[in-house]
């Protein structure tokens, strides 16, 4: 089956602590993306990456890191820096084919700091 | 302008009944315009969308319509069901471009 997996589903996390979300595709599609979701505040861009080993901030990249090494995968590192990373964290991709930029995203894993 | 406003932020509706969600934009360059459905606890996936060289596009209870002049989009949900209860996200991109902008989701439920 083509899709995106994101692990773990659940994480929780001591403050102080940095940690790494996975998100994986098998769709071969060039762009991905992180979204942090906050309740009534829509999907928020944290980082995006158009091909492997570039990557460009969204509109709130502040006390986030990412990595493109493969083309299937885009990890996310939240860091100690991040003063409020409990949310619900989705990951993307699209194909840059076609020009649409329909966006494929995977089930998310939702963060809480203990 | 970047933002794409969207209402109400919540929504009931009876079972059969028509919902209607509601998006406004302020950037013109914004030429492609989907709607996201997300049911609790996944993520979203696209419903539906549209170009601004037409004013409706209609796939199957779906209905999107859009007023360029006035900057805004609608989705219209007909005979609608409990399965429909989701929360929705209108957006709007550049063809050809890598950033989307949501608007802030409205939550749909529909009373049996």
């Known amino acids: 089956d083509g899709g995106i997996t994101q692990s773990p589903k659940y994480l929780f996390r001591k403050e102080g602590q940095n940690v790494t979300l996975s998100c994986e595709q098998n769709?071969?599609?060039?762009?991905m993306y992180w979204y942090r979701q906050d309740p009534g505040q829509g999907l928020r861009l944290i980082y995006y990456?158009?091909?492997?080993?570039?990557?460009q901030k969204g509109d709130i990249a502040e006390g986030y890191s990412v990595s493109r090494e493969k083309k299937e995968s885009f990890p996310l590192t939240v860091t100690s820096a991040q003063k409020n990373p409990t949310a619900f964290y989705l990951c993307a991709s699209s194909s840059l084919a076609g020009g649409n930029n329909e966006q494929f995203f995977g089930p998310g894993t939702r963060l809480t700091v203990l | 302008q970047q933002q794409v406003k969207q209402s109400p932020q919540s929504l009931i509706v009876q079972k059969g009944g028509i919902s209607i969600i509601n998006c406004a934009y302020e950037?013109?360059?914004?030429?492609?315009f989907p709607w996201y459905q997300q049911f609790p606890g996944k993520g979203p996936a696209l419903l539906i969308a549209?170009?601004?060289?037409?004013s409706e596009k209609k796939e199957g209870r779906f209905t999107i319509s859009f007023n360029k002049s006035a900057k805004q989009f609608s989705l219209h949900i007909m005979d609608s069901q409990p399965g429909d209860s989701a929360t929705y996200f209108c957006a709007a991109s550049r063809v050809g471009g890598f950033k989307t902008i949501f608007g802030a989701g409205t939550r749909l439920f529909v009373k049996a």
């Open positions: 950037n013109t360059a914004f030429d492609y």
């Open positions: 769709l071969n599609h060039d762009a």
């Open positions: 990456s158009q091909i492997v080993n570039d990557f």
């Open positions: 549209i170009r601004p060289d037409v």
